[in-house]
């Protein structure tokens, strides 16, 4: 069966260019309303999105004005490439619920944007005759047209039969970014990773923003902004060697002293202030950057909690 062949990879002038495929999208999420914009771009025509919430709603008006409201069966319906954008618990089940009701129709390029899954999810679909791709965007989105933007030059993690790996790789060119291929048995560990590197970062900021309020800082974002972009570009270039502070220097009596002013001011940051700095030390020793005589006392530190102070 042959997949649709989007047109050459480049976006150009959507007006300049007829509309190759039409596009649906189930889940007016974060991201589903912004793929389909981009797609527009290239020129292909959004012609159905389905949403429950108000949030949902107003997501897609604002990135699809005049595209239809319509139910998920319905967008099946009238699209040839339809973006399946729902979280990653929900899409088993709505794989499943839209291939048994027969809503999936042969020949459909059936794209799910899900960090966790491969191809083998749309594996109902695919028994139905579509054509499975998993393309997931290594973005974080904020539901508004900016997004549209963020996506030039952003890394796409596919996974993708043989036969459609330049399908793929066509509509991730088209929206701007790059694609990323990924085995089907590497996707979870993939997604931790971009889990660890991005949920878990703003959990940081945000932990350091409240310390730095309590500590009397007016204002915490600009004095962070310079100090961790700076840390973002060290560490993408030089990754462990960019490590610095405390912990990479062998510093017990400071890490000690960090430990004891969050257990008085922030008690709920102790848990992840000690797992990062056993982290760090850990990766500080492997990489040379950490003399051992030096961890003990550290090591001895993060190991009470700082109880008992550095010796």
Known sequence: MNAPHPTPPHRGDAQDRPARLTVGVVGA????PAL?????LAGHRPVAVSGVSDASRRRAAALL?????????EVLGRAELVLLTVPDDTLPGLVAGLAETGAVRPGQLVVHTSGRYGTAVLEPALRAGA?????HPAMTFTGTPVDVQRLAGCSFGVTAPEELRLAAEALVIEMGGEPEWIAEEARPLYHAALAIGANHLVTLVAQSMDLLRTAGVAAPDRMLGPLLGAALDNALRSGDAALTGPVARGDAGTVAAHIAELRLHAP???????AMARATADRALA?????PEL????????ADGGVGGAE
Do not use: F, N, W
């Open 65 to 73: 004005p005049e595209v239809p409201l319509v139910t998920p069966a």
């Open 295 to 302: 961890a003990e006392d550290l090591l001895g530190v993060l």
């Open 268 to 274: 709920q940051s102790v848990a992840g202030y000690l």
């Open 131 to 135: 054509l499975p791709l998993a393309l």
């Open 36 to 40: 389909a914009a981009s797609l527009q």
């Open 287 to 291: 990489h040379g950057l950490l003399k």
């Open 29 to 32: 999420g974060r991201v589903g």
